[in-house]
């Protein structure tokens, strides 16, 4: 029971590259959300996805796309990193519907560093 | 607007003290109202949520939170605190009807032996 797999873990890259960030769940849920964690700032929405072939943008969209061509699969892209785009990524994912109250469930994250 | 505040950076108790966490909230309608734990290298990991009913709800390793209506607050308590409580905590709410969970800044709790 793997729940939600963030890929990869850990990733260093140069200013100006790109780079795709992969999260996958296999509870069949609905939304599918994508957070950065920064110090002090706590987790900020980036973009998320109320289901397959769906996206809409959340609190800091800018500098990131996003992709949601499988129910299972949420893909978070930086076309061109910044510096500022160091972040710890998080996703997330949960039920829809008369099940919303129901929690989040997150990935473990992956921990980007843009030189 | 949601929001969620979490006054408080960080909060130290002795071990076997009763701790609070802190957080209050405002949305436009009724809130959906979490509290998650996050361990080093880790995601969030659930404890509790107040939906609807008795405003008491008790959660996973002990962890209880009171919903106040009147004053928009959902704290976080634990009546005996030990040193493996110690991590970041996070309050989150989701206006009912709205896609979006919303969270605290976060707050840093150290168990002292």
């Known amino acids: 029971n793997a729940g939600v797999t963030q890929t990869p873990k850990f990733r260093v890259l140069k200013t100006g590259q790109s780079m795709t960030l992969l999260c996958a769940q296999d509870m069949n849920h609905e939304y599918m959300y994508w957070y950065r964690q920064d110090p002090g700032m706590g987790l900020r929405l980036i973009h998320y996805s109320v289901g397959e072939g769906t996206t809409a943008k959340g609190e800091v969209p800018d500098g990131y796309n996003v992709s949601r061509l499988k129910k299972q699969n949420f893909l978070l892209g930086l076309e061109s990193a910044a510096p500022s785009q160091t972040s710890v990524y998080f996703c997330?994912?949960?039920?829809?519907?008369?099940?919303?109250?129901?929690?989040?469930?997150f990935g473990d994250g992956t921990r980007l560093s843009i030189l | 607007a949601q929001s969620v505040a979490q006054p408080e950076d960080q909060v130290n108790v002795a071990e076997g003290n009763p701790l609070t966490v802190k957080c209050t909230y405002s949305?436009?309608?009724?809130?959906?109202l979490f509290w998650y734990v996050q361990y080093p290298n880790r995601g969030l990991q659930f404890l509790l949520k107040?939906?609807?009913?008795?405003?008491l709800v008790k959660g996973s390793y002990g962890f209880e939170a009171e919903f106040n209506k009147s004053q928009t607050s959902f704290h976080l308590k634990k009546p005996s605190a030990l040193v493996s409580d110690s991590a970041l905590y996070f309050c989150a709410v989701r206006d009912r009807g709205d896609d979006k969970i919303i969270f605290g800044k976060g707050t840093r709790l150290h168990i002292l032996p």
């Open positions: 997330a994912s949960s039920y829809s519907g008369a099940l919303s109250n129901q929690p989040q469930h």
């Open positions: 107040y939906i609807t009913g008795d405003n």
């Open positions: 949305v436009s309608g009724n809130p959906y």
